[in-house]
């Protein structure tokens, strides 16, 4: 180990949730699904800070194309850890909702205001537990 261990500042998913401005929600899924650099001890995840700082670098995005077709969103949702779908065994019904939510998830993580009434977006962050 090339580093002091009292250099190596180690992160709860509080910590990295507060640190990126995203959900505890979105870090444990980026997490469980192997998207950001990570480790458990015990049952609870741990984020070296240095490798954490290396992977925003890695995920910045230089220029993002206009979006022309619906199936283009969900392939940028998709590949932002939204897991918008389509999913092979499921319905169109069971599909279409699965966007809606990735959606929402993405519109409440980036707090974007949609909508214009008030009571709407209260309901859709109590629903949502932003």
């Not at 998913?13 to 699904?33: C, N, P, S």
């Not at 969103?73 to 319905?91: K, V």
């Not at 966007?99 to 929402?104: Q, R, T």
């Amino acid at each position: 180990m090339s580093k002091n261990t009292s250099e190596v500042e180690i992160l709860t998913i509080m910590q990295v949730a507060d640190y990126l401005k995203v959900t505890e929600r979105r870090i444990d899924r980026l997490a469980a699904t192997k998207k950001i650099p990570t480790f458990k001890v015990r049952f609870t995840w741990r984020f070296s800070c240095s490798a954490i700082d290396t992977w925003i670098k890695q995920q910045t995005i230089v220029h993002l194309e206009p979006l022309s077709q619906h199936s283009d969103l969900i392939a940028t949702l998709n590949n932002f850890g939204y897991l918008a779908g389509p999913l092979p065994n499921n319905s169109d019904a069971e599909n279409a909702t699965r966007f809606k939510l990735a959606v929402d998830e993405f519109q409440c993580d980036h707090d974007l205001q949609i909508g214009s009434d008030p009571a709407f977006q209260t309901k859709r962050l109590e629903i949502l537990s932003c």
